[in-house]
């Protein structure tokens, strides 16, 4: 039986690797630019920042002239690859398929898509291919219905969410809906049997904030992630809050969902101050070894929210639905670039400007900043 896996080369994992780490573009615009699914983005991601640090020790060893020797020998090598490549684009004239489906005009008055396909030499399986793991416009749409809908009814599970989008006029199985949800990572409060579970090499810790009352900034930070769409695809939000004076301590964007974009996120957080506790829920993300470790070393209590209880981590799920609807429902945004900038800038409004009803009418910071100072 013949083997049509797809095989990559170093320098090709490297290229994707980088761009996904340098997180300008979403997932899916780089699955659809390298035609590689995103679940292997992600991997190759994930590998290549925890293998930096090795890298950086090999280099060390290396003499200055053997690096120096190997380079220079390697850029011959792409010079002369480029020479070649462009003695056969002179002779050749043809472009790439990508830029050819970019020349169909899908609406034309007086052409079908066949005609222009053959002028062009593209098969039309070529223009309609869209790589497996690529939302497609339809599913996008469904996925930012079902995450407003999420935000008004969390108990809704993926049977509840398709009968309310047939019931908006929307074609769609239980299937769809239950990927789609799975893709986004929320599922119904209401536990159901065989849920998701938690990574089981990661221990679970217990809920300690049933009826504790706080008096002060830095005595609970909790953390989550939550989905948002962009008109190319889609980027995951991770926040830590203080409970107490509802102050962002730190955020963060990825194009992928791991617990790396996490971890900095939490050494970020830790640079400005220590809490008491810190409450997460039971997301693989927070219950890696590398996420715990940082708590544990500097002797901060690890709380964990029982499994579908999302009312355990109710303040920065209402953190969530002020970030969706105040900002990004209102904005639309078109890039990654332009998403963490209005971020930026929602995040300091939202800690500095905007009067908090739960705060008396004050901001996070005014009340986080008082409580630091002693002032209650």
Known sequence: MANNRKLHSPEFKAKVSLDAIQGMKTASELASQYQVHPVQISAWKKQAIESLPEAFRRGKSTPQPVREAALT???YEEIGRLKMELDWLKKSRVSSVEHRRRLIEPNHPKL?????????GLSRSSYYHMPCGVESEENLKFMRLIDEQYLRTPFYGRRQMTRWLVSQGHVVNRKRVQRLMRTLGIQGTVPEPHTSRPHLAHRVYPYLLQGLELQGANLVWSTDITYLPLVTGFMYLAAIIDWYSRYVIAWALSNTLDHLFCVRMLEEALQQAHPVIFNTDQGSQFTSIEFTRCLREREILISMDGRGRV??????ER?????????IYLKDYQSVLELYQGLKQYFHFYNHERPHSALDGLTPAHVHVRTEQGVI
Request: with cysteine.
């Open 73 to 75: 020998a390697s850029l």
């Open 319 to 327: 953190l969530w639905r002020s970030v969706k609807y105040e900002d």
């Open 112 to 120: 079908s898509i066949g005609r222009p396909c053959a002028l062009i």
């Open 311 to 316: 009312l355990d981590n109710v303040f920065i």
